[in-house]
């Protein structure tokens, strides 16, 4: 006898002894149709989207290596720089401060010129640097001193 025979010989003296053996062969069919479905789906991840995974990570982690080892260059490369900029910041700084007690310091420093002094003071207050100091306030409070130009405001004219 072949197997195939013998097998459905078998399952027919099954069905005739257990009746409800019907329904759990379809069940049998059902779950090992449902296990092949799964071996299938697994070869074929296995060996189409497996394969590109693993490249995807190699070349990630070849990328994050890179990343790292630049992160670290950059830092090294920037602190003397930064440094260096720290530096020169506090060299003009002690340029200024030295210019300005140059300046103050000047046997002349205390003379008025009335002109230019005025002038500057114009142009502060009109700027609104120092709006609320006394002198401001007294060209605030005449608007001849400080308001539109007049007629000649464009600079046509010629200086005398």
Known sequence: MKIGAALGVAEQAVEVAVPAARGAK?????????????????????????PGQLRQAAAQGKVD?????????ITTEAIPQINDATRQKVEVDVQVQKGQIDVRAAPDAGTNIRGVSDGVLRNLCVQRAYAADRACLALHEDPAVVGPAGRDGAGTSQPD
Not at 65 to 73: P, S
């Open 65 to 73: 290596g890179k990343l790292g080892t630049a992160a670290a260059t």
């Open 26 to 50: 379809v069940a049998v069919y059902a779950i090992g149709g449902l296990i092949v479905a799964i071996l299938l789906a697994f070869a074929f991840w296995w060996f189409f989207i497996h």
